[in-house]
Structures are given as C-alpha cells and as structure tokens.
C-alpha cells in the first residue's frame, strides 16, 4: 500500500516517545507531524486536517478525550486512535463512544499501529469520498 498521501498528526506530551515514534513511522514511508499537546493538536488539524490522529489519552492541560471531541465536531471524517496506558481502557472504550476509529494500549507495538492507521486511513477515504 502506498502510504505517501496519508496525513497524519501523532499527539503525546511524552517528546521522546513520540519523536520516535515519528522516526519509525517515516522508517515506514509514513511522514508525520508531531504536536505535544491538546491546544498544538488542534492548531495543526485546523491549519491542514490529517486523515489519521494518533492521540494520547492522558495529558497535561487538554485531555485527549477533549481533543477528540473538538476534532470530530468539526471534522468528522478524520481518524482517530487513542493511546492509552496500561489499565486505562475506561478511557480508551469511552474515547469510542466519542468517535474515536479504536484505541491501543502502551507500549505500542509498531507493526500493529501501522495495520490499524491502514484501516483508519481507509475509513478516512471513505468519509471523504461520501462528503
């Protein structure tokens, strides 16, 4: 599958973890941006929306679920996985509820991240396609 068109936007407070998850997604052919936080997440969807977030749950100031409300609200078509920590799948099942395309617990496994933005992105085309 050619993964140049996808658009995604990895957000997580944890710079390290999510730098290289970055490093690994573009190991991939899967280029990403990267926002820290709640506030930068919404900021990059409105200036170019992705197809697919990859949203931490647990953050300081704006939590994920938040920013999973704000981006399904005004933009419905794109989607997200939650990222949970261990024992957090409360957040992760109500982050569903909420819209989000699934959620995955940390650690993360790379390959099965990328198998689940495969079948986000094709939800996301789909969306669009019906728009």
Do not use: C
Not at 9 to 30: C, K, P
């Amino acid at each position: 599958m050619d993964r140049s068109p996808w658009k995604v936007l990895l957000v997580d407070d944890e710079q390290q973890f999510v730098s290289t998850l970055a490093e690994r997604l573009e190991l991939r052919g899967i280029a990403a941006r990267v926002a820290y936080n709640g506030d930068q997440a919404l900021e990059a969807v409105e200036i170019d929306a992705p197809n697919i977030i990859v949203l931490d749950v647990i953050m300081p100031g704006m939590k994920g679920l938040e920013v999973l409300r704000h981006v399904k609200a005004k933009h419905p078509e794109v989607q997200v996985i939650l990222l949970t920590g261990q024992g957090a799948t409360r957040d992760g099942i109500e982050g569903m509820r909420l819209g989000a395309f699934d959620y995955m617990i940390k650690p993360l496994d790379i390959e099965a991240l990328v198998e689940k933005m495969e079948e986000a992105y094709n939800v996301a085309l789909q969306a669009r396609n019906m728009e």
